[in-house]
């Protein structure tokens, strides 16, 4: 403010000479008295040091609200990386370099966050491959990244139609109305898909038996793990995870009354009775798998 008020200052030391008098004083420590006008640009000069600061911690807090918003988009993307992917922007193959180009736009801004930009050149590369079941799914990843469930399901429905063999819309559907707290919907697009689409979809049935698993249903859960171990012998997590189930699944007799485990030991009757119990229900699944089906005698898995 100091040096501000200095400007107004005539050469020699005077500030306005005779019109000191009528000038406004700022105070000793100026070094005397300074004109209306200086002070002003010196009060001026504070304030555009202040709005600077204020702007700054605007711009500041700002970011720190797309930051925040960023993270909660991201919570909402599943922790499980086989169901996260489900979400990503896939390329549209055979659909022109034009649309490569504008799906490769909104990969970028999908990852930067911008989901404003991302879906607009998302729309512009459905509208020039009305065709394209990428482009629909895309479309259906962008909105649920976005929060919007309704059109998000929309989009995913719509790749469907067009292409009723590919599962990432089906996985989508399914777990959107799962989230929504609709799990008899999600579990019912998935049995659906399984039995009238591709019965050893090894996503879908993997999906449907971690359904099954949070929900309680162990039973329905161990066939699922069962029917994957026959498709993908080769993934150690099948029999591990229909080991977890076996061991929820209450033993009984033939009867149908529980069997009171005696024995804990090596050798003791917890493991006579999980490899008596095991045998017959594995046993059971795979007759059920080789049963007709009701869609053109195809088996019917145990769902």
Same mark, same amino acid.
């Given at each position: 403010?100091?040096?501000?008020?200095?400007?107004? #200052?005539?050469?020699?030391?005077?500030?306005?000479?005779?019109?000191?008098?009528?000038?406004?004083?700022?105070?000793?420590?100026?070094?005397?008295?300074?004109?209306?006008?200086?002070?002003?640009?010196?009060?001026?000069?504070?304030?555009?040091?202040?709005?600077?600061?204020?702007?700054?911690?605007?711009?500041?807090?700002?970011?720190?609200?797309?930051?925040?918003?960023?993270?909660?988009?991201?919570?909402?993307?599943?922790?499980?990386?086989?169901?996260?992917?489900?979400?990503?922007?896939?390329?549209?193959?055979?659909?022109?370099?034009?649309?490569?180009?504008?799906?490769?736009?909104?990969?970028?801004?999908?990852?930067?966050?911008?989901?404003?930009?991302?879906?607009?050149?998302?729309?512009?590369?459905?509208?020039?491959?009305?065709?394209?079941?990428?482009?629909?799914?895309?479309?259906?990843?962008?909105?649920?990244?976005?929060?919007?469930?309704?059109?998000?399901?929309?989009?995913?429905?719509?790749?469907?139609?067009? !292409?009723?063999?590919?599962?990432?819309?089906? #996985?989508?559907?399914?777990?959107?109305?799962?989230?929504?707290?609709?799990?008899?919907?999600?579990?019912?697009?998935?049995?659906?898909?399984?039995?009238?689409?591709?019965?050893?979809?090894?996503?879908?049935?993997?999906?449907?038996?971690?359904?099954?698993?949070?929900?309680?249903?162990?039973?329905?859960?161990?066939?699922?793990?069962? !029917?994957?171990?026959?498709?993908?012998?080769?993934?150690?997590?099948?029999?591990?995870?229909?080991?977890?189930?076996?061991?929820?699944?209450?033993?009984?007799?033939?009867?149908?009354?529980?069997?009171?485990?005696?024995?804990?030991?090596?050798?003791?009757?917890?493991?006579?009775?999980?490899?008596?119990?095991?045998?017959?229900?594995?046993?059971?699944?795979?007759?059920?798998?080789?049963?007709?089906?009701?869609?053109?005698?195809?088996?019917?898995?145990?769902?």
């Amino acid at each position: 403010l100091k040096s501000a008020a200095m400007v107004g #200052q005539r050469p020699g030391g005077g500030a306005g000479g005779g019109h000191s008098g009528h000038g406004l004083r700022v105070g000793a420590d100026l070094g005397g008295a300074h004109t209306a006008p200086a002070v002003v640009a010196g009060l001026l000069g504070v304030a555009f040091n202040a709005f600077e600061r204020i702007a700054s911690l605007s711009v500041s807090t700002c970011g720190g609200c797309q930051k925040e918003l960023q993270a909660h988009r991201q919570q909402r993307l599943p922790q499980d990386p086989a169901l996260a992917n489900l979400f990503v922007i896939r390329p549209v193959v055979d659909a022109g370099a034009e649309v490569a180009r504008a799906t490769q736009r909104a990969a970028g801004f999908t990852r930067e966050g911008r989901l404003e930009e991302a879906l607009r050149e998302l729309h512009d590369a459905r509208q020039l491959a009305p065709a394209s079941f990428e482009a629909c799914l895309n479309l259906g990843s962008a909105y649920c990244r976005a929060g919007d469930d309704n059109t998000a399901l929309y989009w995913y429905g719509e790749a469907r139609r067009l !292409k009723p063999s590919g599962s990432a819309a089906v #996985q989508a559907q399914a777990l959107l109305e799962q989230r929504r707290g609709r799990a008899d919907e999600a579990r019912r697009i998935l049995v659906s898909f399984l039995q009238e689409v591709d019965s050893s979809n090894v996503p879908a049935l993997a999906q449907l038996a971690k359904l099954h698993m949070r929900e309680e249903r162990w039973s329905k859960a161990a066939g699922c793990f069962h !029917k994957l171990i026959g498709v993908d012998p080769s993934n150690a997590e099948w029999p591990a995870q229909l080991q977890v189930c076996l061991n929820q699944v209450p033993v009984k007799d033939e009867a149908g009354e529980p069997v009171h485990q005696a024995g804990s030991g090596p050798g003791g009757g917890v493991l006579a009775l999980a490899i008596s119990f095991a045998e017959p229900l594995i046993r059971s699944v795979a007759a059920a798998d080789l049963a007709s089906g009701p869609v053109g005698g195809r088996a019917a898995p145990p769902f």
